[in-house]
């Protein structure tokens, strides 16, 4: 098997062609510039928000229709969401100007910032009460594994090589806290699994296809309805330090009076229970509130441990 941290940096471009050519269910997704992408300031024709999967694509599709709609009725543009495959090919979308608005988890905002100056935070989800959250790893709930030191030779899943709750915290975690090199997480565990998204990385779990998942936190909730012991059936061994929540970031290329009535449109939902219910279906958000970059240097911080093997050029 490849190097794991490495793989993440020399496949960027190959999961780009995958995330911005297709979506899961072979629809064509970000194969071409964003109507109205137009010179740095001018007003779009249109504007597209991008999401990741954190559970079925079409489903998030689906739910985020209304979102869109009113983002449209209330900005005087016409909006649309488009479901990415993956974390990069969101990053790639932003960067070459096929999404205004992107919905990037803390990673990802990361790797956009570094690659593509022009993505730009300006708000943050927040759950249950707090603007960050930890991953955590979960196991079977017979399963004889206790702590992460006992995860040696097993099979991890995870959503993405660019989650942040998925792989990039949990990683960090093995170097910095059991002495796992930056470059042997490959081979600490027997092997790894990409899922796609959270729930997949839990359902992969259950039906016997990997020992542990690392995960959002409690990222069981979200499998319930087709997994109703899942909370029963699935234990967590243990947690990360905490993370920035989820961005909503936009290009600021875009006139600087566009953003700022993106970014008012979207704290006035934390006074609208309907577009929180959309947000909390699609990504468990309770509330929208105002995000610097600066709040994300931690996850910098992290990332840079890995600087020696990962490379986004």
Not at 160 to 173: E, M, V
Request: aromatic share 8%; glycine share 8%.
């Amino acid at each position: 098997m490849k190097k794991m941290l490495y793989f993440l940096g020399v496949s960027m471009l190959v999961f780009v062609l995958a995330a911005c050519g297709t979506s899961d269910d072979g629809d064509t997704a970000g194969s071409g510039e964003a109507d109205g992408a137009d010179e740095a300031g001018e007003m779009p024709s249109e504007l597209i928000m991008g999401f990741v999967p954190s559970s079925e694509s079409d489903q998030i599709a689906d739910t985020v229709e209304p979102l869109a709609e009113r983002l449209s009725e209330e900005l005087g543009i016409p909006v649309s969401g488009q479901v990415m495959t993956n974390y990069t090919g969101l990053v790639e979308a932003m960067g070459n100007d096929q999404v205004h608005i992107g919905f990037i988890p803390a990673f990802g905002y990361v790797l956009a910032t570094d690659r593509y100056p022009q993505v730009e935070v300006i708000l943050k989800s927040v759950r249950n009460g707090s603007g960050t959250y930890r991953a955590q790893y979960t196991v079977l709930a017979d399963s004889d594994i206790e702590s992460i030191e006992d995860l040696e030779g097993k099979v991890w899943v995870y959503s993405d090589l660019a989650s942040t709750s998925g792989y990039l915290f949990p990683a960090a975690q093995l170097v910095t806290e059991y002495d796992v090199p930056a470059d042997g997480i490959d081979s600490f565990f027997g092997n790894q699994i990409q899922a796609g998204s959270h729930d997949n990385a839990l359902i992969t779990v259950l039906e016997g296809g990997a020992d542990v998942a690392t995960t959002f936190e409690d990222a069981r909730e979200i499998i319930e309805g087709d997994y109703p012991e899942a909370m029963e059936d699935l234990r967590v061994i243990g947690y990360t330090e905490e993370i920035p929540n989820d961005t909503i970031s936009v290009l600021n290329t875009l006139p600087q009076e566009l953003i700022d009535q993106i970014r008012d449109v979207f704290l006035s939902f934390n006074e609208d229970e309907d577009m929180i219910k959309i947000l909390n279906d699609v990504y468990r958000w309770d509330a929208i509130e105002e995000a610097s970059d600066d709040e994300y240097d931690i996850v910098r911080e992290t990332y840079e441990l890995f600087s020696d093997q990962v490379s986004l050029d």
